[in-house]
């Protein structure tokens, strides 16, 4: 009984060196995937950015009134987060002048149709009713 207790101690210890090999390299092999992994992730991350002036420059070029202004809005922050990645990790490339190109012209189409929106809203006010509206504040701020 001693001696298969025996036989079965020293084979079971001849397994355990066989396989503590094979499980460490498993192991490593895990942490290998795991950092291929995140090394894709941040890749299609930093894709994303050289991918976005072709993707908004349609919403973009047909302006805030042409969409709706969410979607004119959002294009415009996906402009901004591209516009600071370059300015940061790229600040010589031809895609930061083609994101900060398109991030000017957004701007200026929103302040456009800002100056449109309020020329439509808005009811000129004459100047007799100006100076009599200062005149009201002056009076009412003397007492």
Known sequence: MIEILCSFEKRLGKLEETILPVYQETGNLQRRQE?????????DHVINYYNVSKD???VIREGPNGTTLHTFLEAMAKLK???????SNNPGSLELEN????HVA???ALSHEFSE????HSKPVSAIEIINSISANDSVSGD
């Open 35 to 43: 950092n291929i992994d995140k090394t894709l992730e941040e890749l």
């Open 56 to 58: 908004v420059e349609p």
């Open 81 to 87: 987060d591209a516009l600071d990645y370059f300015s």
């Open 99 to 102: 994101v900060r190109s398109l």
């Open 106 to 108: 957004g701007g200026n």
């Open 117 to 120: 929106l309020l020329k439509k």
